[in-house]
C-alpha cells in the first residue's frame, strides 16, 4: 500500500464480484471494512460486477432477479443482484459504490441493447432503493448504457439523471466497438450528465485515452493497463511508450523517464530493468507498475494544471505528442489488444 501511496495515487478500485466470492462479506464485517482490512487510509471505488458477469458468457444465466453463476473457487451457487451487491459494498464500505449493470458487447443490435440498457435501469432503481435502507454515507453511481446507438445513449443519460445518484460512469465501451466509436458515445453522453457531478468513464484505459476522454468531458476513469502492460515489459512516458525489454536497452545507464519521480526513475536504469525483466523476474513487473502508476498520477496533475493555467486545448496537444510517439503507435496498439483480450 506504501507503494501505491507514493504514486500520488488517492483511490483505489475493488472488485466486488471477486471480494464477494473470497474472502467474503463476512470478512469485511469483522474488519470494519476495505480500509483497515488491507491498510488503506485512502478513498475506495467498488465496481458492481457486471463486467465480470459479462466475462462469464458460458457460466452464468441473466434473469431479471439478477445474475446467477458458479463460483470457480468451490463451484457453488451464487445469485448477483441489485440488492446484493449493493450490500457487499456496503461490508467492503467504500466511499463509492456502483448500481449493477448489464454490461454487454457493444457490437450487439439496437434490440438486444435496448433490452440491457432497460434491466440495467430497473435494477438502478433498485440499487437505489437497497442503498436507502441503510444509512452508510456511500456515494452510489448510476451507469449510462446504450452501446453505440445514439438514441439508447440519450434516453439512457435521461433516464438515469432523474434519479438522485451522487455521479454517473459512462458503462458498455471498451468492450468491441472502434476507438471512433468510443469517442463518439462518451462525448454523446458525457453532454447529456449534469456537469457539477462525476462523469466516470469505466475500463479506460491508455494515457492516450485518457486526454481524448477528457476533452469530451471526464473526470474519472479506472483501468488495469498500467499494471499489464507492466507485466509484458512496457513503461509509459512523456517520450512515449518503451518496451523495456528490447535488446537496445542492455547498456542503457538513464531512468526510464527523466520526466519521472518515481522511486524507479530515481534508483534504477533502464539496462537494469531490462535486464529484470528479460530473465522474467518478479521485481521487473513490479518496478514497472510502480512506474506506470505514477505515470499516470502525473499525466492527470499535469491535465488538471493545465485546465486551471490556460484550458485544456493547448495541454492537449502538448500531452498528447508526448506520451505517444509515431515509432511507437504500432506496438502500443498492438499490446493494448492483447491485454484487452487477457481481460475479457
Known amino acids: 500500500m506504501e507503494e501505491v501511496k507514493e504514486t500520488g495515487a488517492k483511490i483505489l478500485l475493488a472488485n466486488t464480484y471477486h471480494l464477494m466470492l473470497r474472502p467474503g462479506a463476512e470478512v ?20 458492481s460486477g457486471g463486467f465480470q458477469i459479462f466475462s462469464l458468457p458460458e457460466d452464468r444465466l441473466i434473469t431479471e432477479k439478477g445474475a446467477q453463476f458458479r463460483s470457480f473457487y468451490d463451484n457453488s451457487r451464487q445469485l448477483l443482484s441489485p440488492e446484493s451487491s449493493i450490500a457487499m459494498q456496503q461490508a467492503i464500505n467504500s ?79 471498451a468492450v468491441g466497438e472502434t476507438k471512433v466509436e468510443r469517442d463518439t458515445m462518451t462525448e454523446r ?23 481524448e476522454a477528457v476533452l469530451r468531458g471526464v473526470d474519472m476513469f479506472d483501468c488495469i493497463i498500467p499494471t499489464k502492460m507492466a507485466q509484458q515489459g512496457y513503461a509509459y512516458t512523456f517520450q512515449g511508450l518503451v518496451r523495456i525489454t528490447r535488446t537496445a536497452y542492455r547498456l542503457e545507464d538513464g531512468p526510464l523517464d527523466p520526466e519521472c519521480d ?51 486545448a493547448q495541454t492537449y496537444r502538448e500531452l498528447k505528442a508526448a506520451v505517444a510517439t509515431p515509432k511507437d503507435l504500432k506496438d502500443e496498439a498492438a499490446a493494448t489488444a492483447v491485454t484487452l483480450k487477457d481481460v475479457g
Not at 529484470?276 to 488538471?304: A, C, D, P, T
Open 28 to 47: 469485511f464485517e469483522r474488519f470494519g471494512g476495505i480500509h483497515p482490512f488491507m491498510g488503506w487510509d485512502g478513498a475506495v471505488l467498488t465496481d
Open 95 to 173: 466511499e463509492i459504490m456502483m448500481v449493477l449493470d448489464v454490461c454487454i458487447d457493444s457490437r450487439t443490435d439496437e434490440a438486444g441493447t435496448r433490452e440491457a440498457m432497460e434491466r440495467t435501469h430497473r435494477w438502478a432503481v433498485r440499487s437505489l432503493a437497497a442503498k436507502e435502507k441503510r444509512s452508510t454515507g456511500q456515494a452510489l453511481f448510476g451507469i449510462v448504457q446504450g452501446g453505440v446507438h445514439p438514441a439508447l445513449r440519450d434516453a439512457s443519460a435521461e433516464f438515469l439523471t432523474k434519479l438522485p445518484f451522487d455521479g454517473f460512469a459512462i458503462g458498455g465501451l
Open 262 to 312: 518515481c522511486y524507479v526513475c530515481k534508483r534504477y536504469t533502464r539496462g537494469y530493468l531490462q535486464h529484470l525483466m528479460r530473465g522474467k523476474h518478479h521485481l521487473g513487473s513490479r518496478f514497472l507498475s510502480v512506474h506506470n502508476v505514477r505515470h499516470y498520477q502525473k499525466l492527470m496533475e499535469r491535465i488538471r494544471e493545465g485546465i486551471l493555467r490556460n484550458g485544456y
Open 189 to 211: 453522453a458525457t453532454a447529456s450528465l449534469p456537469q457539477d457531478k462525476p462523469r466516470y468513464l469505466m475500463g479506460v484505459g491508455t494515457p492516450t485515452d485518457l486526454l
